[in-house]
Nanobody
Framework: QVQLVESGGGLVQPGGSLRLSCAASGSIFSIHGMGWYRQAPGKQRELVAVITSGSVTNYADSVKGRFTISRDNTKNMVYLQMSSLKPEDTALYYC????????WGQGTQVTVSS
């Protein structure tokens, strides 16, 4: 059964940090690249960070140098460490396979505001 459960979002001031976590079912996780996506109000969902099954990473220009994606293959977990957060990072954040499945978890809300 497909399962994606995101957590760790919250309200943070500009310049602050958050760490997002994603629990993925083994059928999704084991051999696939995983990514963090986000969707801001009124905008399309975008892919911001990718990690391959071999832990090679890639980032959207908008988050490069500020976000770090990682994975724990023993726990089927994917993480997103976010630092130097900006108001424009405010969005609902999701994890999913890359390319994504049709199924999406509930996401976790990140709000950057003073």
């Amino acid at each position: 059964q497909v399962q994606l459960v995101e957590s760790g979002g919250g309200l943070v001031q500009p310049g602050g940090s958050l760490r997002l976590s994603c629990a993925a079912s083994g059928s999704i996780f084991s051999i696939h690249g995983m990514g963090w996506y986000r969707q801001a109000p009124g905008k399309q969902r975008e892919l911001v960070a990718v990690i391959t099954s071999g832990s090679v990473t890639n980032y959207a220009d908008s988050v490069k140098g500020r976000f770090t994606i990682s994975r724990d293959n023993t726990k089927n977990m994917v993480y997103l460490q976010m630092s130097s957060l900006k108001p424009e990072d405010t969005a609902l954040y999701y994890c999913n396979k890359v390319p994504s499945l049709d199924y999406w978890g509930q996401g976790t809300q990140v709000t950057v505001s003073s």
